[in-house]
């Protein structure tokens, strides 16, 4: 079975750039997470999509981060502008009913 | 609001050491409580889980007990492998409601020497 799959693995943007993360979940998989993921912070939670619905945004990163479900089987996170301080590892996740997530390798996001 | 505390931040051993990273949560419902390992350049990985009051979770030579008493949920490795360093993550999901999010703890860096 196919896991999560994110792209791109690495992006090097310059700041005040517009940059899209993508992300396909596990198929048949009713739950989508985004995190970002820094050594200071660990691991925030930017949005959670249930059944293509969001469900949660994370209060800090709504100014200039947008996630999407487009389908059940893909999504979107769209970071405009981007400044120095966004640079981290941007992490999808899905689960089913059981409720163990399962994650991507992740984007690693570098703004310059 | 629900809550997870990892007590270390980091945990240096070498080979054959036992390993304890402790974890207690705060939750106002009934969580199932979780284990995640990553290594470097991957994402975290599910190790095991529990859902009830005394229920041992177990993987890998991994092992964790449900402690409703002591609000807990202690990892614990009788003899580390080089190849256990990773970061480790406790995490609780509250899944009598409508949602299937977790809350994790900060992690644990373990680090063990050969």
């Known amino acids: 079975d196919a896991g999560v799959t994110q792209t791109p693995r690495h992006e090097v943007a310059e700041k005040g750039q517009t940059i899209i993360l993508k992300c396909e979940p596990v198929s048949g998989h009713n739950d989508l997470f985004w995190y970002r993921q820094t050594k200071i912070q660990g691991l925030e939670l930017l949005s959670y999509f249930r059944s293509k619905s969001l469900m949660e945004d994370g209060g800090a990163f709504k100014d200039r981060f947008k996630a999407e479900m487009l389908n059940s089987s893909f999504s979107t996170l769209k970071i405009q502008p981007t400044e120095p301080k966004d640079s981290a590892v941007y992490l999808c996740?899905?689960?089913?009913?059981?409720?163990?997530?399962?994650f991507g390798e992740g984007s690693k996001l570098t703004v310059l | 609001g629900d809550s997870v505390t990892q007590t270390e931040g980091q945990v240096a051993l070498s080979e054959e050491d036992f390993l304890t990273i402790h974890c207690n949560y705060s939750?106002?419902?009934?969580?199932?409580l979780f284990w995640y390992v990553q290594y470097p350049g991957e994402g975290p990985q599910f190790l095991f889980r529990a859902s009830r009051d005394k229920e041992k979770g177990s993987s890998r030579g991994f092992e964790a007990t449900y402690d409703k008493g002591t609000t807990s949920f202690h990892l614990r490795k009788a003899s580390v492998q080089e190849s256990d360093s990773a970061v480790y993550y406790c995490?609780?999901?509250?899944?009598?409601?409508?949602?299937?999010?977790?809350?994790f703890g900060d992690g644990t860096v373990l680090t063990v020497k050969p």
């Open positions: 939750a106002s419902g009934y969580p199932a």
């Open positions: 995490a609780l999901g509250i899944f009598n409601t409508n949602t299937g999010k977790l809350t």
């Open positions: 996740a899905s689960s089913g009913n059981t409720g163990q997530l399962y």
